[in-house]
């Protein structure tokens, strides 16, 4: 264990570092036949529920070169104009919406940086500002539904997706609004955007009418999923063929965008799944090492208090979230600390929402900070600059996130 942290410090990559890690697991233990990894390592990503992945991410692609969320963006905009950081909020909104039909964080950091950071910048926000702004905003990416992170630890855990979506909703807008008032709150006191226009029911009207099409992705898969009618799944399926049909008729999408298009989404797809095909036999190994039950015995034996174990799981969420990214964590971490959480009472679904909630967090914190490295590339802006404009995005992240551990009918109420 200590050799895979060294390897991820010399910035080996996470799927390699992983692989390795559970090759010397076994090779030491013996635990488990080591003629038994490569169908470990098929049998994990060999699942109906990770068909969604590459589905969901897309359908995020086709959005963005058909132009329809460019009309998102406008939509958000005439909603939140009023406001004196109106362009700020309608960015934060708008990954909110994108969130709605991607999935994926990064995708969302990607899409919506190309769209909005030079726009902030001549608002009047520094461009450090914006792109944590960004950063912070596309963080809704897997915590509002359809999340891929909501997906792995269902599979993990054996819980369905579609209930986990719907316990997420409340939490994953909860995230977005305390983003959005954090940006009011900066704005206001630094006085970044100080231009607002009077609100307009018929400009929102034509915002809408110009993005009908647009939301049409969003109603049908939420409205899929939420009624019943498809799993997660067969939703991302009639999404990428909606939003295909759609790009097609309006003349935005072509037939000659498909093969770059395609190679996009399996860039993305192909950091992911192998992350989780490596991840499930470390977390096999770590399994029948006892390594879950002997972690309960050590932590109870330091304290019974719900409440410090509460933050104890929280706190280490949030550090693993720091060096590693949300896929893999699930896959090793989940195992190892969901027992932990049934020892203090804790239901499975909160654990669920608790726990990619405090991973979101790490998205916008170094070293690993996904999300940072995103827009950095996107505007050469230097990651630890972006990353001290992030700090109180992630102080409110941090806040909601104990909010919804210590409140657990948040997350509950809509399934129950």
Known sequence: MIGMVVLLVLGVRVWVVLGLGALALLLATEVVPLSLLGESLFDGIDSFALIAVPLFVLTGDVLVRSGLSDKL??????????LRSGFGTATVLCCGFFSCISGSDAAGAAAIGRMTIDRLVRQGYPRNYACALVASGACT???????????????????????LFIAAAVP?????????????????????????????????????????????VPVVILGGIYTGIF???EAAAVAVVTTILIGLAIGTLTVADFPSMLESSAKVVGMILPIIAMSLPLAQTLAALQVPQGFVVFVTSLTDDPTLITLMMIGILILAGCVMEAAPNIVVLAPILYPLSQEIGM??????????????????TPPL???????????RAPVLSVARQAVPYVLAMLATTLILAFLPNLSLWAVR
């Open 73 to 82: 963006l406008d939509i958000a905009d005439a909603l939140t104009g009023t």
């Open 141 to 163: 990416g897997i915590l509002i539904p359809p999340s891929i992170a909501y997906i792995i630890i269902g599979l993990i855990l054996g819980i369905s997706s579609s209930t």
């Open 369 to 379: 900070g996904l999300n940072l490295f995103v827009v950095s590339s996107l505007t």
């Open 231 to 233: 799993t997660p799944t």
């Open 172 to 216: 994953g807008v909860m995230i977005m609004v305390s983003i959005m008032l954090t940006n009011v709150a900066i704005n206001r006191m630094r006085g970044y955007e100080n231009q607002a226009a009077a609100f307009s029911f018929a400009r929102v009207a034509r915002a809408i009418w110009a993005g009908r099409y647009a939301l049409i």
């Open 347 to 364: 239901d499975e679904i909160h654990f669920s929402i608790v726990m990619v909630t405090a991973l979101g967090v790490g998205f916008i």
